[in-house]
Nanobody, 126 residues
């Protein structure tokens, strides 16, 4: 079970840190991804961090690379998304998702994640 938190209203250029808390399962063995969905748009990939056994590699979508940082604390069953230099186009509901059996080619595809949090809303004002 996943629970996302940390969303809110922020001005352009500001920062937020999203948290994803996991319960149950061996969290360190899961790839965890962040996705977002803006009104009227499809859910899109933001960032992902692989399991420790898969090397813990990190992936970002181009539009957030250099501004967002994903990290995890396996001992706390937590994954974070530090978002800096926020832009109005970052406004969306952000979801964390996890899966234990993802292959590299599926990491950016929401349909391949089995476990989802409830979403946390991020609004960036201009």
């Amino acid at each position: 079970q996943l629970q996302a938190s940390g969303g809110g209203l922020v001005q352009a250029g500001g920062s937020l840190r999203l948290s994803c808390a996991a319960s149950g399962g061996t969290f360190s063995s899961y790839t965890v991804g962040w996705f977002r969905q803006a009104p009227g748009k499809e859910r899109e990939f933001v960032a992902a961090i692989r399991s420790r056994s898969s090397g813990g590699r990190i992936y970002y979508t181009d539009s957030v690379n250099g501004r967002f940082t994903i990290s995890r604390e396996n001992v706390k069953n937590m994954v974070y998304l530090q978002m800096n230099s926020l832009k109005p186009e970052d406004t969306a509901v952000y979801y964390c998702a996890a899966d234990s059996g993802l292959v590299l080619s599926s990491i950016r595809m929401p349909q391949h994640y089995d476990h989802w949090g409830q979403g946390t809303e991020v609004t960036v004002s201009s």
